[in-house]
């Protein structure tokens, strides 16, 4: 009855996407060139329209060191083949007001195999107001788990390196990724 897509052109999942104002959608080369974006990623790079922001660096459209960190994700990205999922991170409004995310890569493959490129997206976090506090506070946490995701950890450790308890920590990690502090290690 129906047909399976092996493939779904960039325009149509940014078209889609253009329709999603809190997540932040893009496509990029080798080369870390944005090739496709939403609206919501042309509203934060501070541009007016698509064609001032394809072909351009993340180096070339936001302030270090938030560029930085971008490019450093991109490069880890294309050269181990391996996704970013669920990172907190600090981005820019148009204004200069700091605002949270949750960005996900995956590295995108050609036929043979080898990565052509990444894709990704940002989904906003609640504006921070007393919350923002909290996710500085889980930053470093969330480090250590991003880096030593095979090794024991425990919840009362990444609680302390946040500075909280662990019901708070527990509540912080439930409020923003909508899972527990455990499910949390799991999914890393």
Not at 53 to 65: D, I
Not at 84 to 106: A, D, H
Not at 164 to 172: G, I, K, M, P, V
């Amino acid at each position: 009855m129906s047909q399976s897509l092996e493939y779904v052109p960039a325009a149509v999942l940014e078209a889609l996407l253009d329709q999603v104002p809190e997540t932040m959608y893009f496509i990029k080369d080798t080369r870390l060139r944005y090739v496709s974006v939403n609206e919501a990623l042309l509203r934060r790079s501070g541009k007016r329209h698509k064609a001032e922001v394809l072909g351009h660096t993340a180096a070339e459209l936001f302030p270090p060191p938030l560029s930085d960190n971008y490019t450093a994700q991109d490069a880890l990205v294309i050269s181990t083949g391996t996704g970013i999922n669920g990172q907190l991170e600090m981005y820019l409004l148009p204004g200069g007001v700091p605002g949270w995310c949750l960005t996900y890569k995956l590295a995108v493959r050609g036929p043979d195999g080898a990565v052509t490129g990444l894709c990704g997206i940002s989904r906003d976090l609640p504006v921070p107001d007393e919350r923002g506090v909290v996710y500085m506070q889980l930053i470093r946490a969330l480090e250590v788990l991003h880096e030593d995701y095979g090794q024991p950890l425990r919840i009362s450790r990444l609680a302390s390196l946040a500075g909280l308890s662990e019901d708070q920590f527990a509540r912080a990690v439930q409020r923003i990724f909508g899972l527990t502090p455990k499910q949390l290690l799991i999914k890393v």
